[in-house]
């Protein structure tokens, strides 16, 4: 990629000083941003740019930093997504009541929607409030582990949204809440096409997700269970790392580890291909470790993936004991990305198909290194990987990794990045269904005083 390759011609160059001007210009250090640009070299410093940038990416005050510079990257990748017909309040209504009584589903198969019902909330002056009747309906354990870890969240951005007096960033929220508040529906499954929100071809029925895939255009993606799991089980840890896993020490080999969860009918799955070509390259140690359900029927022909599963890596922060971890899509979104971003190791990621909340912030060659998911450019990353020349490289893009990992894999800044889907949510009802407001005061109380049984979180 031109920031970090030496091989950028002349015109890009001058495209990236143009370009660095700007940004010094916007964010008003002008001066000091020529002489940088002077000084050092400019690839470099767009690297690592952040290292001057003090200010918390949390601060509930501004997220237009952050924005200016992901977008250039990461257009692909942002989310949420509804298209301009906005959401139709109506529909939403007709189908609530129909999920009550189970007749409504934007499941399809009978087994997805019994384990992973949708699940309704509403959030309004006084709190949070869950459907206990619809949380009861599924009878997987699984499930009710992520809705209880994604409850939290939805607890610690409650808090958040009733402590702004003021804020203009949540705009619609504030005022939703206070009036009536306003409802939703979370589903907690993963592995999914992008139809969950037809209902009956005739209706769009917003769900917030876990994930999205990429190509999706109406989904609502929230940080989600694996996010708050992140934060809850690692934030004293990460400090340590350095000195758990110290660079002259790790193995210089691009280590994987998983489950071969996808669909494998074709052996075209992300994780198949993956392994199977780097059968026989001796800087990469990848394998499974299990097959998952999905393939428990299917013939594996095992020489192609070197002859049987691989021992497992636990606990999984010793990835670190390598110096580069891969990371890959399995049955949907690669759940540890994240996590990995913590790690003292540079993570290389195969271009995903099913992407999380978190993916806007994150930018290829300056938090982890990219790779095509059809794996043209296998040689050639690993080419920049174990040329040892590029190492100070390598650890800058780690250090912006942890960066981001200390910044956004907290609480308050989950919550915030939570309330922005909420606030995103409502400015799309407002386009849809200018009278929701009106329309969900009259329905409200059906709801509250029904067999949904709706209880406050808390
Ligand atoms: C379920 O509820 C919907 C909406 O209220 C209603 O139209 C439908 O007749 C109900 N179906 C059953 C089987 O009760
Ligand atoms: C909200 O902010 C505006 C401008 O920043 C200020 O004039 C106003 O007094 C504030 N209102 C409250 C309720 O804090
Ligand atoms: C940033 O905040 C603005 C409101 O100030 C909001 O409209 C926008 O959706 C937010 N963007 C992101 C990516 O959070
Ligand atoms: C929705 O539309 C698709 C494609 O047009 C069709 O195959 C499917 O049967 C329709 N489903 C319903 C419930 O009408
Ligand atoms: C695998 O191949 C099948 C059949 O050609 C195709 O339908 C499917 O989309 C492919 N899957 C992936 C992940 O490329
Ligand atoms: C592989 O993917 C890359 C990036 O997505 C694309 O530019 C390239 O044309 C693809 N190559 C082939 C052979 O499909």
Not at 420 to 430: F, R, T
Request: proline content about 5%; charged content about 15%; some cysteine.
């Amino acid at each position: 990629m031109i920031f970090v390759h030496s091989t950028c011609n002349i015109y890009s160059f001058y495209v990236l000083y143009f370009f660095f001007l700007c940004i010094s210009f916007l964010r008003k250090r002008l001066i000091f941003g020529i002489g940088l640009a002077l000084l050092l070299q400019i690839p470099l410093l767009f690297v690592s740019r952040d290292t001057t940038t003090t200010n918390d990416d949390s601060s509930v005050e501004d997220n237009t930093t952050k924005d200016d510079e992901s977008s250039l990257f990461n257009d692909h990748y942002r989310f949420p997504r509804w298209g301009n017909e906005g959401i139709g309040f109506d529909d939403w209504m007709i189908f609530v009541q129909g999920l009550k009584n189970g007749t409504a589903s934007t499941v399809v198969s009978p087994k997805t929607r019994s384990r992973f019902p949708e699940v309704l909330y509403v959030v309004d002056a006084h709190g949070v409030w869950v459907s206990s009747m619809l949380t009861q309906r599924s009878f997987f354990r699984t499930n009710q582990h992520r809705q209880k870890l994604t409850e939290q969240l939805f607890t610690v951005a409650w808090q958040l949204l009733i402590a702004q007096t003021n804020s203009t960033r949540w705009i619609h929220l504030q005022q939703a809440s206070s009036l009536q508040g306003f409802p939703f529906l979370a589903w907690y499954g993963d592995y999914k096409s992008c139809q969950y929100h037809n209902w009956k071809n005739t209706s769009s029925i917003p769900l917030l997700t876990t994930c999205a895939p990429v190509s999706c255009p109406y989904a609502f993606p929230i940080p989600n269970y694996q996010n708050v799991w992140s934060v809850l089980s690692n934030t004293e840890q990460q400090t340590s790392y350095q000195t758990q896993y110290p660079w002259p020490s790790k193995q210089r080999q691009l280590i994987w580890r998983g489950s071969l969860s996808a669909p494998n009918e074709h052996y075209n799955s992300t994780r198949w291909r993956v392994v199977v070509h780097a059968q026989n390259d001796p800087r990469v140690d990848v394998g499974f470790v299990s097959i998952g359900h999905m393939n428990a029927r299917l013939h594996i022909p095992w020489p192609e993936i070197g002859g049987g599963l691989k021992p497992t890596i636990t606990p999984m922060s010793d990835f670190q004991q390598y110096f580069a971890i891969l990371d890959m899509d399995g049955n949907a979104w690669s759940s540890r990305f994240g996590e990995l971003l913590c790690y003292n190791s540079i993570v290389v990621k195969v271009e995903p198909v099913y992407v999380e909340s978190i993916q806007r912030d994150l930018i290829p060659w300056k938090h982890y290194i990219p790779m095509a998911s059809n794996l043209s450019d296998w040689d050639s990353v690993l080419e920049f990987l174990f040329d040892s020349r590029n190492d100070a490289k390598i650890q800058r893009m780690i250090r912006s990794a942890n960066r981001w990992c200390r910044q956004q894999l907290t609480m308050p800044a989950l919550a915030a990045r939570l309330l922005d889907v909420w606030e995103n949510y409502l400015g799309h009802m407002e386009e849809g269904s200018p009278r929701w407001q009106t329309q969900w005061s009259e329905y409200k109380a059906s709801i509250f005083h029904s067999d949904f049984d709706m209880v406050k979180l808390n």
